[in-house]
């Protein structure tokens, strides 16, 4: 997970030379960016359970799920935008927080009001605060969480666009169970990787 820290952080840095440099002194209310989007999720997941030292990878039964995110950043060269994102993803038996350092751009002229494009990714860590079936003997832990995406943004003919994107949303978490004690203890750890393709709508100001 820090190499893609370590990758957004080069990636915004680098842009950041090769564009226009906007004035962090001035504007700051006209540099403000925010994307809150709405969707599904669709697409299957895997266990990865561990058996005699080895690993399985058992395919988890393919579903619809709904996510939710908002980011919240600022301009900091023409349309690139960095921010973080906070959202929730409903699965079946677990419910992610997902905290991510994020980046958005837009093509075009932004005072264009036509169909314009944008692409961003998120990179962070999803945290299980919602899970309810924790106890003494079982504890759930979150993971890597990634969602890149593409999409349009199209006026409202105001200062906001509704936006359309496609991605790949990606989730890690786990579960250890506990029983038992001395001689007769029991562990069990099991990973979950959810592989997802993310279609949402929403808005952009």
Same mark, same amino acid.
Request: charged share 15%; net charge positive.
């Given at each position: 997970?820090?190499?893609i820290?370590?990758?957004?952080?080069?990636?915004?840095l680098?842009?950041?030379?090769?564009?226009?440099?906007?004035?962090?002194?001035?504007?700051?209310k006209? @540099?403000?960016?925010?994307?809150?989007?709405?969707?599904?999720?669709?697409?299957?997941?895997?266990?990865?359970?561990?058996?005699?030292?080895?690993?399985?990878?058992?395919?988890?039964?393919?579903? #619809?799920?709904?996510?939710?995110?908002?980011?919240?950043?600022?301009?900091?060269?023409?349309?690139?935008? #960095?921010?973080?994102?906070? =959202?929730? *993803?409903?699965?079946?038996?677990?419910?992610?927080?997902?905290?991510?350092?994020?980046?958005?751009?837009?093509?075009?002229?932004?005072?264009n009001?036509?169909v314009?494009?944008? #692409?961003?990714? *998120?990179?962070?860590?999803?945290?299980?605060?919602?899970?309810?079936? *924790?106890?003494?003997?079982?504890?759930? @832990?979150?993971?890597? &969480?990634?969602?890149?995406?593409? =999409?349009?943004?199209?006026?409202?003919? =105001?200062? &906001?666009?509704?936006?359309?994107?496609?991605?790949?949303?990606?989730?890690?978490?786990?579960?250890?169970?506990?029983?038992?004690?001395?001689?007769?203890s029991?562990?069990? @750890?099991? *990973?979950y990787?959810?592989?997802?393709?993310?279609?949402?709508?929403?808005v952009?100001?």
């Open positions: 997970m820090k190499s820290f370590t990758f957004l952080f080069c990636f915004i680098s842009v950041a030379y090769s564009q226009e440099k906007v004035s962090f002194g001035k504007n700051l006209n @540099r403000f960016v925010n994307y809150t989007e709405f969707g599904v999720l669709f697409g299957r997941g895997y266990q990865i359970t561990p058996i005699n030292y080895s690993y399985y990878s058992y395919p988890v039964k393919a579903s #619809a799920n709904i996510s939710f995110q908002t980011f919240n950043g600022v301009k900091v060269y023409k349309n690139l935008a #960095a921010g973080i994102t906070v =959202g929730v *993803d409903w699965y079946s038996t677990q419910q992610l927080i997902p905290i991510s350092l994020g980046i958005r751009n837009s093509f075009g002229d932004s005072s009001k036509k314009k494009t944008f #692409a961003g990714i *998120d990179a962070g860590y999803g945290f299980t605060w919602l899970s309810t079936g *924790d106890t003494e003997y079982q504890k759930t @832990r979150g993971g890597l &969480a990634l969602n890149p995406m593409v =999409g349009l943004l199209i006026p409202t003919g =105001g200062q &906001a666009n509704f936006t359309l994107s496609i991605g790949y949303k990606y989730n890690a978490f786990q579960t250890e169970t506990y029983s038992g004690a001395g001689d007769y029991y562990y069990n @750890r099991i *990973d990787s959810l592989n997802k393709m993310s279609v949402k709508l929403g952009n100001f």
